[in-house]
């Protein structure tokens, strides 16, 4: 079993930034791909950016330029810095990881609790 905790969510101004963490537990699976997603409220959840083990990132054009993912392969941890928030990024943030069991070899899709990022004054 794969569990994942994130951290890093809380009230910030417009314009200003957080750090999101998500931590994979220790265990014996492949991770495919690893990224970010948000669900406003009354709204459904939308890609924030992916990036694989090899570092190659992807983001959704609403938030190239401002927001950064990254990983640190050895701690099985991904990361989002966003900078220059905008009240209507409020939403709650949610890590994932597609990752393929030994146990049955197939792709799962493991979420991360969700942490909430409020941008307001």
Not at 81 to 96: D, G, I, K
Request: with cysteine; glycine share 10%.
């Amino acid at each position: 079993q794969v569990h994942l905790v994130e951290s890093g969510g809380g009230l910030v101004q417009p314009g200003g930034s957080l750090k999101l963490s998500c931590a994979a537990s220790e265990g014996i699976f492949r991770i495919n791909l690893m990224g970010w997603y948000r669900q406003a409220p009354g709204k459904q959840r939308e890609l924030v950016a992916t990036i694989t083990m090899d570092g190659s990132a992807d983001y959704a054009h609403s938030v190239k330029g401002r927001f950064t993912i990254s990983r640190d392969k050895l701690q099985n941890t991904i990361y989002l810095q966003m900078n220059s928030l905008r009240p209507e990024e409020t939403a709650v943030y949610y890590c994932n990881f597609k990752v393929t069991l030994p146990t049955d070899g197939r792709e799962h899709d493991v979420w991360g609790q969700g942490t909430q990022v409020t941008v307001s004054s």
